[in-house]
């Protein structure tokens, strides 16, 4: 069983940073698949950065350039640096490690 506890959400202004944590517990592997998802009200939940199980990263188009995965495999966390926030990145965002999910963090971008 692997339970996950993200932080670091919050209320920033448009063009902020915030670094968003995701701490596993459990049995981890570092070759399981990890990444950050987010879901924005009345849309579906997509893909923001991963490490896939083959290895390297994947962004989505939206936040290249501005976000920034990264991950801790002897604390078992992982991580998501977010620069140059805008208002489309409001969202709950979830970590996910292989098929378990996170609980969510909310991210508010508004002035």
């Known amino acids: 069983q692997v339970q996950l506890v993200e932080s670091g959400g919050g209320l920033v202004q448009p063009g902020g940073s915030l670094r968003l944590s995701c701490a596993a517990s459990?049995?981890?592997?570092?070759?399981?698949?990890m990444g950050w998802y987010r879901q924005a009200p009345g849309k579906q939940r997509e893909l923001v950065a991963t490490f896939p199980s083959g290895g390297g990263t994947n962004y989505s188009d939206s936040v290249k350039g501005r976000f920034t995965i990264s991950r801790d495999n002897a604390k078992n966390t992982v991580y998501l640096q977010m620069n140059s926030l805008k208002p489309e990145d409001t969202a709950v965002y979830y970590c996910k490690v292989a098929h378990y999910w996170g609980q969510g963090t909310q991210v508010t971008v508004s002035s």
């Open positions: 459990g049995s981890i592997f570092s070759w399981y698949a």
